[in-house]
């Protein structure tokens, strides 16, 4: 099935996989190639910046490293089920260059994003748009300005890589869609190959080997993927 230009099949899958396309309804956030960039653009915020103070306002972060992180597992799991569920539904998928795809860093959650121009790709470029274009440059980013390990974000895209994997899966289930959910967990497996995801999820359990740092906010547990069984520092 060809692209659409509004994508609107995504909208049955819910609200982290829903793209806008066209301009705006109000103003022109920046572009992610700008929240990716060592600083602000000309004469204007740092989006990034912006992102992780409002996550840190909205869930009361002790610290904005913790915030970073959660900011960052918000954005990866927007840009992997966004990704994969048009190569899973259309079986193409939109280039989704950083300078193409505009983000409001004040929205709420999921994170707002807005893709100026619909133009499909095959679904072997999947890896080359989400964790080259977008995954590798924001970890390099956050890592330059937070004290955050490279493990931990990968951590991060892994688990959101892998939620997506199962929210397509249970959808697939109810509207009797396998091959949507085959195709998901095969283009799935073949992104975890590469070795900045390979190691992240515990293949027995599916659980993460890194801690997002969620039970760190005031009124935080673990999540369901978590690498410890009670938050760290409590009896």
């Known amino acids: 099935m060809d692209l659409d230009p509004d994508l609107s099949a995504l909208g049955a899958l819910g609200g982290f996989f829903v793209l ?17 960039a ?11 910046a912006v992102r ?24 990866a799991a927007r840009l992997w089920s966004v990704a ?5 539904l259309y079986g193409r998928l939109p280039d989704l260059d950083p300078r193409l795809l505009r983000w409001d860093p004040e929205g709420s959650m999921p994170d707002d994003l807005w893709l100026s121009d619909v133009r499909p790709l095959p679904v072997a470029s999947l890896d080359t748009v989400v964790r080259e274009g977008h995954l590798a440059p924001l970890t390099a980013a956050l890592g330059a300005r937070h004290r955050i390990s490279p493990g931990l974000l990968w951590g991060n895209a892994g688990s959101a890589l892998a939620g997506s994997v199962r929210t397509l899966d249970r959808w697939a289930r109810k509207y009797g869609r396998a091959d949507v959910a085959e195709r998901a967990r095969s283009l799935a497996a073949a992104l975890f190959a590469h070795p900045d995801l390979s190691g992240t999820l515990d293949p027995a359990t599916g659980r993460r080997r890194s801690c997002c740092l969620h039970y760190r906010l005031p009124a935080g547990g673990l999540c369901g993927d978590c690498c410890f069984d009670r938050p760290p520092g409590r009896e």
């Open 52 to 75: 992780i103070r409002k996550v840190a306002r909205t869930l009361r972060a002790p610290e904005l490293r913790v915030a970073a992180s959660l900011a960052h597992q918000g954005l």
């Open 84 to 88: 994969l569920g048009c190569a899973a």
């Open 38 to 48: 060592s600083g602000p653009p000309e004469g204007g915020a740092d989006p990034l």
């Open 20 to 36: 806008r396309t066209g301009a705006p309804a109000r103003g022109a956030p920046p572009t992610l190639a700008q929240a990716y």
